[in-house]
């Protein structure tokens, strides 16, 4: 069993704007549609959980009714930080999975975890995530980065260049193995010290000392942040086939 952890929790306070960054509409469909789609129908995915804030879980369930999703089993309320909500979404998984395996053989079991301002991830890319992590136990989307990152002190003054060619640019979905991910995500919640944690291969890669493999992604998986960002993931929407998800009736 596969599940995909979609994160709809965001202030989208850079985004400038009085709702959530990912229920800004994009080609007049709310931003999140896009993610759950792709998941939705992707034959890897079985199971969908939706981490949204308190305020907009009943906005998020009336998305659900009108587009008839049939793969999404719950909407649950994330948490201050992006690894609280993930762990809320975890938490019931966890739930899930553990009624689905009483007095049975435990299954191996796939978590994507992806950020519902992404709206441009693909079909190719979950396929290749898929692939990766039964492999590896752990991997994220990722693009090589294209321009020379600097290394800067406190008076943004640079102090050393990294060697582009081993530099990559991470996205999401990232995906691991079930018990990998809930083992790692129990031992973040001991640690008094969570500062720094800003993605998920960094709490497997601290708390299970685990390599986490890089699968190529695209460049067009990018993260909608800014009103710039708006502009651009349109374009790459409509580009890439997007326009609107399927109609559901």
Not at 25 to 49: G, H, Q, W
Not at 214 to 240: G, W
Request: hydrophobic share 35%.
């Amino acid at each position: 069993m596969n599940y995909a952890i979609i994160l709809a929790g965001g202030k989208g306070s850079r985004m400038k704007s009085d709702i959530p960054k990912q229920f800004l509409k994009l080609n007049d469909i709310p931003m999140i549609c896009y993610s759950i789609e792709t998941f939705e129908a992707n034959d890897n995915i079985d199971r969908i959980v939706v981490v949204t804030s308190a305020d907009y879980i009943g906005y998020m369930e009336k998305i659900i009714r009108s587009q008839g999703y049939k793969k999404i089993i719950a909407v649950v309320e994330g948490g201050r930080e992006r690894y609280d909500s993930v762990y809320s979404g975890l938490n019931c998984i966890r739930e899930k999975v553990n009624e689905a395996q009483q007095g049975r053989q435990k299954d191996k079991n796939y978590v994507f975890i992806h950020d519902g301002a992404r709206p441009c991830v693909t079909d190719s890319i979950v396929n290749a995530c898929m692939h990766d992590v039964k492999i590896y136990n752990a991997c994220v989307a990722a693009v090589p980065v294209k321009d020379t990152i600097k290394v800067v002190d406190a008076e943004g003054i640079a102090v050393n260049t990294p060697d582009r060619s081993t530099l990559w640019q991470i996205q999401t979905p990232q995906v691991f193995e079930s018990e990998l991910i809930l083992e790692a995500y129990d031992k973040l919640y001991c640690d008094i010290d969570k500062k720094g944690i800003t993605d998920d291969a960094m709490v497997v890669e601290k708390y299970m000392n685990t390599k986490v493999k890089m699968t190529l992604s695209e460049y067009t998986n990018i993260k909608a942040t800014t009103p710039e960002d708006i502009l651009v993931t349109e374009v790459f929407l409509t580009c890439l086939l997007y326009t609107s998800p399927s109609p559901r009736d």
